[in-house]
C-alpha cells in the first residue's frame, strides 16, 4: 500500500528521497564524528601509557628495590587514580602476583606490561612486571551520547525540512501539474480551441509556463494537422483499397509460380540423378555383357574349326546368356522410362489369385534352376487397376524371394486388409539373410543393386515397383520379418475394388 501511495505521489517520493539522503548524511558526519572522538581517545591512551611510563614505573622500582611496601601502595594508588585505569596487576621477582581492579572492565580500551629494574654500576637488577588495562566505558558512554543525539537531531530537522517541502511542492507544483493532467486527458478533438489557464496567483514564466505555452502550441499545430490529416486520409483510402487489390493479385501469382518452380526443380534434381545412374548403368553394366559379345563372337567367327564342340556350346551358351542380360536391361530401362509419363494408367479388373499364378508361370524357368517352396493365400481380391503392371510387381518380389529367399527358398504371398486407411496390403516373405540396415534405404533407388554379387542383377527392378505403385495411388516398401528373412510389400487402395472373403489358411502351392 505504501509503496503504490508512493509511486502515485511524487511530492512524497521527493521528501523521502530528501528524508533519506539527509538520515544518511547525518549519519555519514555522525560516523566521521565518532571516528575522530575514538582516534582521540586512543591518543589519550598512548599518553597515559606514557606518562606512567615516564612518571611511575622508575618511582615503583626505587620503592621495590629498597622493599619500602608503603611506598609501593602509595605508587599503586595514586596510579589506580588516573582516569580510564581499570585493572592494576604487580608481579614481583620471587613470581609473586597482586591484582588491583579499580572498577569492572566491559571493553577494553588499551593495556601494556612493563618491566620494572633498576640499574646500578650499569649492572640492571629485574624487580618484576606491572601490567596497566585500561577501560573505555567512558568513551563508550560519550560515542554513544553523540550517536543518539546527533541522529535525534538529524531526524527533527529532516521531518520538519520534509514536511515542509511536501507541503510548498503540493501547492507550488502537484497542483498545478493535476490541472495540467485533466486538460490533457480531456483535450480532444471537439474542445481542441479550448485554452488551458492555471489558478495561480501570479503567472510567472517558469516550467510549467513553459509546458501551458507549449499545449497552447500544440492545440493549433493540432487543428492545422487534423486538416490536412482528413485531406489525406481520403486519398489514402482510395490507393489502399487499390494496393491491396494488386498486393492480393501479386501474391497469388507469386505463389503460383514459387509452387511450380518448386515443383519444376525437384523434377530437374530427380532426373538429373536419373541420368547419372543411367549413364553409369550404360557405361559399366551394359559394357560387361557387349563386350563379351564381342569377343566371344571374334573367337567364334575366326577359330570355329578349331575349336571342339562341347567349347562352342559353351561359347554359344555365355553369348545367350550375356544376350539374355543385355535385353532384360533395355527392357528395364525402357519400362523405367515409359513409367515417368504423367498420363493416367488405364484400369480394368485385376484378379489377384491369377496374376500371383501368373507371375509363377513367367518365373517357371528360375523355379525349375532353385527349387523353392511357395505358399499363397488363397482368395485374393480382386480390384480395378493396371494388371501388367501389378504382374511386374509379383515378378520382381518373388524373384528377389526365390533367388535369395534361402536354400532351398520358402516363400510366403499373402495380402491383409486395413481397418483404418481402406488398402490392401500384399505381400511377399521369405526366410533368407535378409537385408542390412545401411542397403534397406536404398532398396526402392534407382540402379541401387540388392546383391552386388551376382551378375544378373542390374538395380532397376525394385525402383520399378516404386514407380509402379505411386502410379497407381498405392506404396511400396521393406521390413524385416520378424522370424527371420525379409518382407517387401506394396498397398494398393480399396477405390473401386471388389472385395473378397479373407480365408486365414494357407494354401501350399509347390512347384
Known amino acids: 500500500m505504501l509503496r ?35 582516534q582521540a581517545g586512543h591518543e589519550q591512551a598512548e599518553q597515559l601509557f606514557t606518562q606512567i611510563e615516564q612518571s611511575f614505573i622508575p618511582a615503583l622500582s626505587d620503592a621495590m ?39 569492572p572492565i566491559q571493553h577494553i580500551l588499551g593495556k601494556r606490561t612493563y618491566n620494572l629494574a633498576i640499574s646500578i654500576d650499569n649492572q640492571e637488577f629485574k624487580l618484576g612486571t606491572l601490567k596497566v588495562v585500561l577501560d573505555s566505558t567512558a568513551l563508550d558512554l560519550q560515542l554513544s551520547e553523540l550517536w543518539k543525539v546527533s541522529l535525534l537531531t538529524a531526524f527533527t530537522v529532516t521531518m520538519i525540512s520534509s514536511f515542509l517541502l511536501v507541503w510548498l511542492f503540493h501547492h507550488w ?14 483535450l480532444n478533438a471537439q474542445n481542441l480551441s479550448t485554452p488551458l ?27 492545422k494537422e487534423f486538416e490536412r490529416r482528413a485531406t489525406a486520409e481520403g486519398e489514402l483510402r482510395a490507393y489502399q483499397s487499390h494496393l491491396e487489390t494488386m498486393v492480393d493479385n501479386r501474391t497469388q501469382q507469386l505463389a503460383e509460380q514459387t509452387k511450380a518452380l518448386e515443383s519444376q526443380s525437384k523434377i530437374l534434381v530427380e532426373q538429373n540423378s536419373e541420368l547419372n545412374a543411367f549413364a553409369h548403368t550404360v557405361a559399366h553394366d551394359l559394357k560387361h555383357p557387349i563386350t563379351s559379345l564381342i569377343g566371344l563372337s571374334t573367337l567364334l567367327s575366326k577359330a570355329f574349326d578349331s575349336l571342339e564342340k562341347d567349347q562352342q556350346q559353351e ?13 532384360s536391361m533395355i527392357n528395364g530401362l525402357l519400362q523405367l522410362a515409359s513409367l515417368r509419363s504423367d498420363e493416367q494408367p488405364e484400369t480394368s479388373t485385376v484378379d489377384m489369385n491369377a496374376t500371383v499364378q501368373d507371375a509363377l508361370k513367367n518365373l517357371s524357368t528360375l523355379v525349375q534352376e532353385y527349387n523353392p517352396i511357395v505358399m499363397v493365400y488363397p482368395n485374393m481380391p480382386t480390384l480395378q487397376s493396371h494388371g501388367q503392371w501389378i504382374e511386374e510387381i509379383w515378378l520382381n518380389y518373388i524373384s528377389n524371394a526365390i533367388k535369395y529367399g534361402g536354400e532351398p527358398a520358402f516363400v510366403t504371398i499373402g495380402f491383409d486388409k486395413s481397418k483404418t486407411d481402406n488398402t490392401y496390403t500384399f505381400w511377399v516373405e521369405d526366410r533368407g539373410a535378409g537385408v542390412s540396415s545401411e542397403k534397406a534405404d536404398r532398396l526402392f533407388t534407382e540402379f541401387s543393386r540388392l546383391h552386388t554379387l551376382r551378375k544378373d542383377s542390374h538395380g532397376l527392378g525394385l525402383s520399378i515397383v516404386k514407380r509402379i505403385c505411386n502410379k497407381l495411388g498405392g506404396q511400396c516398401g521393406y521390413e524385416p520379418n520378424k522370424d527371420g528373412g525379409s518382407r517387401f510389400w506394396f498397398s494398393l487402395p480399396l477405390t473401386n475394388s471388389i472385395d473378397s472373403v479373407i480365408d486365414s489358411d494357407y494354401v501350399a502351392s509347390i512347384t
Open 197 to 223: 489557464v492555471l489558478t495561480r496567483p501570479t503567472a510567472p514564466d517558469d516550467e510549467i509556463g513553459a509546458i501551458v505555452v507549449a499545449l497552447t502550441e500544440m492545440q493549433q499545430q493540432l487543428l
Open 315 to 327: 561359347f554359344l551358351q555365355q553369348i545367350l546368356q550375356s544376350s539374355i542380360k543385355m535385353n
Open 4 to 38: 503504490k501511495w508512493l509511486r502515485q505521489r511524487l511530492g512524497l517520493r521527493l521528501a523521502a528521497v530528501c528524508f533519506i539522503l539527509s538520515i544518511f548524511i547525518a549519519v555519514l558526519v555522525t560516523s566521521f564524528q565518532v571516528y575522530h572522538l575514538k
Open 65 to 103: 628495590w629498597t622493599l619500602d611496601p608503603i611506598r609501593t601502595k602509595a605508587q599503586l594508588d595514586a596510579l589506580s587514580h588516573l582516569p580510564t585505569v581499570g585493572t592494576i596487576t604487580l608481579v614481583d621477582d620471587s613470581g609473586h602476583e597482586s591484582v588491583r581492579e579499580v572498577h
Open 173 to 186: 507544483v502537484v497542483l498545478q501539474l493535476q490541472q495540467v493532467s485533466t486538460y490533457a486527458s480531456q
